[in-house]
């Protein structure tokens, strides 16, 4: 069953019209926020149509699943989108499944149903293991929605695989999300929104400058961006 509800998820909107959504968590509804260990991150409504899909994205599920289903579908997006800073994922390059781990205890806290897992890291569980060849999906289109919630940088794909890790807090100083566990070496993944890390070796990618303050000098904001982009001590 879960196979088929992740191609419907996955499909272009082009090719599931029919898709319907709570529309009053939509247009102009801005979901509240707060400062978590990553930066200011949004939270999803009470609903089980309506998950978090990273700092400032919500998924919508799509209404024709019942509230038991829907609600299956957002905590599998959860746990793989927001992680927690002693947190890390673990998997099994062979059977390309997933689970979360406590880093210091190593008691697994949740296992991924292989679909999701198959969909949510297929590009990591590829680069490990070439002969899986999963299906690698882009984004979702209109069940995504991204939100302005004050972060500066779009993420950058790979600017945080340089730093090794034993664990997400390991890669927090590099301005990464989380510790992914490979066969050979751990690697630091996701970059954090807003932050030096976002930035690759002098190069930006997307990255956005800060508007201009009232009466702000020009010398003042080019040195305020320029801190933004590079860090102070560029």
Same mark, same amino acid.
């Given at each position: 069953?879960? %196979? ?20 009053? %968590? ?10 978590? #260990? ?40 959860? #746990? ?62 209109? #069940? ?78 080019? &040195? ?7 860090? &102070?001590?560029?």
């Amino acid at each position: 069953m879960f %196979y088929n509800i992740l191609f419907a998820m996955l499909l272009s909107p082009a090719v599931q019209a029919a898709a319907s959504y709570q529309e009053e %968590y939509r247009g102009s509804y801005m979901p509240k926020t707060y400062n978590s #260990w990553r930066g200011a991150q949004v939270i999803a409504p009470d609903t089980p149509y309506v998950a978090v899909a990273g700092l400032d994205k919500l998924y919508f599920i799509d209404t024709k699943y019942d509230n038991e289903t829907a609600a299956h579908i957002k905590e599998q997006i959860q #746990w793989a989108t927001v992680p927690n800073p002693d947190e890390i994922f673990t998997f099994d390059f062979e059977k390309a499944t997933a689970a979360v781990q406590n880093a210091a205890t190593k008691e697994v806290v949740f296992e991924f149903d292989p679909p999701f897992a198959r969909v949510f890291f297929a590009r990591f569980l590829n680069r490990q293991n070439p002969t899986l060849q999963l299906p690698e999906h882009e984004e979702g289109g209109d #069940w995504l929605v991204t939100y302005n919630v004050g972060n500066v940088f779009e993420r950058a794909a790979e600017a945080c695989s340089d730093h090794g890790c034993n664990s997400a807090s390991d890669c927090k100083p590099h301005n990464c999300e989380s510790c992914h566990h490979a066969r050979v070496d751990n690697e630091c993944e996701h970059p954090i929104t807003n932050a030096v890390g976002a930035c690759h070796k002098k190069h930006c990618v997307k990255a956005v400058d800060p508007e201009r303050l009232p009466n702000e000098s020009d010398a003042a904001y080019f &040195a305020r961006a320029d801190a933004l982009h590079w860090g &102070a001590d560029h």
